[in-house]
C-alpha cells in the first residue's frame, strides 16, 4: 500500500497567522474591485432563494455554470429559514463563507509545499501568500477566480505522483480527480491546467520501464550515510528540525521510492529494490489507474452538468458555452483587448511584486521549471493569451504556484547546504529581509486597495438600502445612471423595489432588447437621453459626479435634491467619477 503524503502535523502557530490574516481581510474589504465579485455569484444566489433580482446576459445564455453561486446560496436559504435575513446579515454571510474559502487555500497550500519541499519550505509559501498584495485584495471576494484557486490548490494536495501511479489509486487520487471535475465547472479554462498535468504526470510512469533509473540503486548504511554527507554541500533544502524525524515524501516529479534501511546481512545483489515504476506490466497498471481517476472525474463532471440543467430548467453544457462565446465569438474583446504576451510583461509581475524576482532566481536556478506543476501553470497561463480580453484576476488561479516555488526558493537560500549560487547572498538576503521589504510594500497597497480604492459603490447602496426599509416598496423606484454593474443590486439592497440601469449587453439578441437603455446612447448625450426615456420621475438617481454638470438641468426642472455624496476613488476609471452622488425626489 502507498505511504501517507499528507503531513500527520498541522501547521500550528502559523494556523492561527492564517485565521488572523483572513479575517483582517475581510474586514478591511470594503471596496469594490469588480462586478463579477457580485453580479456573477451573490446577485445569482439572491435571486435563487428570494425569487427576485436581476441576472446578467451570461446566465440568460447559459454561459455560467450553476455551483459557483449555489454555495452561496445555502448561506443565504439558513438565514432566511431563521428569520435572520437583512441586507447587513446577506452581505456578511457571504463575506464569511468566502473568507472561510480562502483560509482553506491557505491550508492547502501549506499541505501542498510540506508533501514534496518539507516543513519549513511550506511555512515560507504560506507566508508569501500572506503577504501577496493581490491575494489579499482579492481572496475574500465572492469571485470565481478565488474559488478556482482554493479549489486548484486542494487538488494538487491529493494529485498523484508517478509512483503513485504504478500501484492501486487511493482514495486521495480520486479526490483529486473530483476536485479537478469541481474546479473546471466553475471556471473551464482549468481544464488545460489538469490535463497538462495530467500528461506531465502520466509519462513517466507509463514510461519508466524503458528510461534508465533517474536515481542511484540503494546502498548499505554506512555508504550511504558518506554519500548524504558528501552531498549536502548541494542539496538545496537539506532536512530541517521539523521534518528530519518524519518521512521525506516523493516529489512531483520523482519517479522512485527513496531507499529503505537495509540490514549488514542483505547479500550485495539484493540491494537494488524494485521499482514501482518498473516491469512488463508497468504501462497497463499505470494505463487502468488513469482510467480510474478520469472516470471518478467524469462521473462528477456530469452530476455538476445535471444540476446546472436544473437549474436552468432545460439542457445546458455551461463550459461549451464558455468556449464557444469567448474563443470562436471572441466577444470577450467587447470589454478591452491587450497583446497576446500581456500576461508574462505586464500581467503577472505586477501581481507578485517584490516577490516577482524571488520566483526568477528559483525557477532558473533550482530549475523548477522541470517541475509537472510549474509547466501546467505556464500551460494555463498560454492559454489565457489566446483570447484577446485579458484581465489581473484571471491570474488569481496560478498565484499559490507561485508562492509555492517562492517559499521553496526562499528556503534553499537559507539552507545550510545552498547552492554555490546562493551562497556570497545568504549573509546579505534573508527571507526575513524580503519578507520586511515585501510587508513594507505590499500591505500599505493592499489596505489602500481594500479600505478607499472605488468604495463609494458599496457606501452608496448601504445608504439606499437603509433608506428603502423605512419606506413602502411600492412607492420606490431607483434608476442607476452609472456605467452597467458599477454597483451591487438586489445581493445588497435586499428590497423587491423596481430598478433601471444601464446595460452593456454583447450578444446581439440582448441588444435589440435592451437598446434604450444602452449605456454608450445616455453617456453620448446624457440631457437628451432622461429627456426621451425618462417619462415618469423615479424616487432615487444614483451617478457620478463627473456627469451631473450635463443633466443638472433636469434634476432641477424634476425637482430632484441630492441626499448622499459617497467619495469613490482618486483615480477613477472609466466612466466612474471621483464621487458617488445620491439624488431624492421631493414626493418621496
Not at 538576503?429 to 489602500?448: D, E, G, N, Q, S
Request: aromatic residues 10%; glycine residues 4%.
Amino acid at each position: 500500500r502507498e505511504r501517507r503524503n499528507l503531513p500527520m502535523r498541522a501547521p500550528g502557530r502559523l494556523g492561527y497567522a492564517v485565521l488572523a490574516a483572513r479575517l483582517a481581510c475581510m474586514l478591511l474589504t470594503q471596496t469594490t474591485f469588480v462586478p463579477d465579485e457580485t453580479w456573477q455569484s451573490l446577485e445569482i444566489a439572491h435571486h435563487a432563494v428570494f425569487g427576485y433580482g436581476e441576472r446578467t446576459w451570461e446566465w440568460a445564455a447559459g454561459l455560467r455554470g450553476s455551483l459557483h453561486p449555489l454555495f452561496f446560496a445555502l448561506g443565504f436559504r439558513l438565514l432566511a429559514d431563521l428569520g435572520l435575513d437583512s441586507s447587513r446579515t446577506l452581505v456578511a454571510a457571504a463575506a464569511v463563507m468566502q473568507t472561510a474559502i480562502a483560509m482553506l487555500g491557505d491550508i492547502s497550500l501549506f499541505f501542498l509545499a510540506h508533501r514534496h519541499f518539507g516543513r519549513r519550505a511550506a511555512r515560507l509559501a504560506v507566508v508569501c501568500q500572506l503577504l501577496s498584495w493581490f491575494h489579499a485584495y482579492t481572496c475574500v471576494r465572492a469571485l470565481a477566480q478565488s474559488m478556482e484557486a482554493t479549489l486548484l490548490t486542494s487538488a494538487l494536495v491529493f494529485w498523484p505522483t508517478p509512483e503513485q501511479l504504478a500501484h492501486d489509486p487511493s482514495r486521495k487520487s480520486l479526490a483529486a480527480a473530483a476536485l479537478a471535475a469541481i474546479t473546471i465547472a466553475i471556471r473551464p479554462p482549468a481544464t488545460i491546467f489538469f490535463v497538462v498535468l495530467g500528461i506531465a504526470t502520466a509519462v513517466p510512469a507509463l514510461f519508466a520501464h524503458v528510461w534508465p533509473a533517474s536515481r542511484p540503486p540503494a546502498v548499505p548504511e554506512k555508504r550511504r550515510t558518506a554519500r548524504r554527507a558528501s552531498a549536502s554541500s548541494t542539496d538545496p533544502l537539506p532536512p530541517t528540525p521539523e521534518s528530519s524525524t518524519a518521512t521525506r515524501e516523493p516529489e512531483l516529479e520523482s519517479t522512485h521510492s527513496s531507499p529503505v534501511n537495509i540490514p549488514r546481512s542483505t547479500p550485495r545483489s539484493s540491494l537494488v529494490p524494485a521499482s514501482p515504476l518498473r516491469g512488463p506490466r508497468q504501462p497497463a497498471r499505470v494505463c487502468f489507474n488513469l482510467a480510474s481517476i478520469l472516470i471518478t472525474g467524469l462521473i462528477v463532471f456530469a452530476l455538476i452538468i445535471a444540476v446546472d440543467c436544473l437549474y436552468y430548467g432545460q439542457w445546458v453544457l455551461p463550459p461549451y458555452a464558455f468556449f464557444r462565446i469567448n474563443l470562436l465569438q471572441n466577444l470577450g474583446a467587447e470589454y478591452g483587448t491587450h497583446p497576446w504576451h500581456w500576461y508574462f510583461t505586464a500581467g503577472l509581475p505586477p501581481l507578485l511584486g517584490v516577490l516577482a524576482p524571488v520566483l526568477g532566481v528559483g525557477i532558473f536556478t533550482l530549475r523548477l521549471w522541470r517541475r509537472p506543476v510549474f509547466i501546467a501553470a505556464c500551460a494555463y497561463v498560454i492559454a489565457l493569451s489566446l483570447s484577446a480580453h485579458k484581465e489581473h484576476r484571471f491570474l488569481q488561479a496560478v498565484l499559490p504556484v507561485c508562492h509555492l516555488f517562492c517559499g521553496v526558493t526562499l528556503a534553499a537560500l537559507s539552507s545550510s547546504g545552498a547552492r554555490i549560487a546562493f551562497r556570497r547572498w545568504r549573509s546579505l538576503i534573508t527571507p526575513r529581509l524580503i519578507f520586511a521589504v515585501t510587508a513594507i510594500v505590499h500591505v500599505p497597497l493592499a489596505l489602500y486597495l481594500g479600505l478607499i480604492h472605488q468604495r463609494g459603490a458599496l457606501d452608496a447602496v448601504r445608504f439606499l438600502a437603509d433608506d428603502l426599509h423605512s419606506h413602502p416598496p411600492e412607492q420606490q423606484h431607483l434608476l442607476f445612471l452609472t456605467p452597467c454593474h458599477a454597483t451591487p443590486m438586489y445581493s445588497h439592497l435586499h428590497v423587491p423595489v423596481p430598478v433601471t440601469y444601464l446595460h452593456c449587453e454583447t450578444l446581439p439578441e440582448f441588444l435589440e432588447r435592451f437598446a434604450s437603455l444602452d449605456q454608450e446612447a445616455f453617456f453620448n448625450e446624457p440631457l437628451p437621453w432622461l429627456q426621451s426615456h425618462v417619462s415618469a420621475p423615479p424616487s432615487h438617481i444614483i451617478l457620478f459626479d463627473n456627469i451631473i454638470d450635463d443633466v443638472r438641468p433636469w434634476f432641477d426642472q424634476m425637482q430632484y435634491v441630492p441626499c448622499g455624496t459617497f467619495f469613490h476613488a482618486h483615480f477613477p476609471q472609466g466612466r466612474a467619477g471621483r464621487h458617488v452622488l445620491v439624488f431624492k425626489h421631493l414626493r418621496c
